[in-house]
């Protein structure tokens, strides 16, 4: 069964510490995994997927087939990471499996 | 500049009174789906179009329609809505459905209330 698991509901943190919001899926085949994000009062919006190797606000996630996970990592916290975050992992069509959310909390 | 809109926000009916939510699009997309997401858990796909194709998925209740007029537009479309059916309910758009290069882009949701 294809699924995504985000283990922490609240991941609260000082600002200039490390981030680490983790993800797991299952997926059998070659997965596609994304980073959403929702902050205070907008809408959904994709941070960052896998295929890109990218650093989109600071954060970047690496892809471990073996361990199944794509972790969400920041070195340094600001408050305005403060946000819903959201792993996804497309089923075809681009059809998105979220998990069910970290809510981060980026405290001064 | 908003590019996909849905409307009314916020949506109050009866338990088993019909109710239509609606999403637009300005970004000419081909592909449009509903998500719902009930508090504190993952937006979960009811189902999305494919230019005029449609694609149920496999648990979502006979209870949930859409309609896919033209491009810009889809509805869902709620026959005997129940308790259980309050949630937000998302709209997202995407341009070919190709995960590795297309962005789903949002709606800012309708959250539906059930008397």
């Known amino acids: 069964a294809q699924r995504v698991t985000q283990p922490e509901k609240l991941l609260s943190v000082f600002k200039g510490a490390p981030v680490e919001l983790k993800c797991n899926y299952s997926y059998s085949g070659s997965p596609e995994l994304f980073w959403y994000v929702q902050y205070s009062r907008q809408r959904l919006q994709l941070l960052l997927r896998?295929?890109s190797r990218e650093s989109i606000k600071g954060f970047t996630a690496d892809l471990n087939k073996g361990e199944t996970s794509f972790h969400l990592k920041k070195p340094f916290a600001q408050e305005e990471d403060s946000a819903m975050y959201y792993c996804a992992l497309s089923g075809g069509y681009n059809k998105l499996i979220f998990g069910a959310g970290t809510r981060l909390a980026v405290h001064p | 500049d908003a590019m996909v809109i849905q409307n009314p926000r916020y949506q109050v009916t009866q338990f088993g009174k019909p109710v239509t939510l609606s999403c637009s699009q300005t970004?000419?997309?081909?592909?449009m789906y509903w998500y719902q997401q009930k508090s504190s858990q993952a937006p979960k796909l009811l189902f999305h179009y494919y230019d005029k194709d449609f694609n149920n998925e496999a648990d979502t209740p006979d209870n949930f329609q859409s309609r896919r007029p033209n491009t810009s537009f889809c509805f869902l479309d709620i026959r005997s809505p129940g308790l259980g059916d309050a949630a937000m309910y998302l709209c997202?758009?995407?341009?070919?459905?190709?995960?590795?290069?297309?962005?789903?882009?949002f709606g800012p949701g309708t959250r539906l209330t059930v008397l």
């Open positions: 997202a758009t995407s341009s070919q459905g190709t995960a590795s290069t297309d962005t789903q882009y």
């Open positions: 896998h295929i």
């Open positions: 970004l000419n997309h081909n592909v």
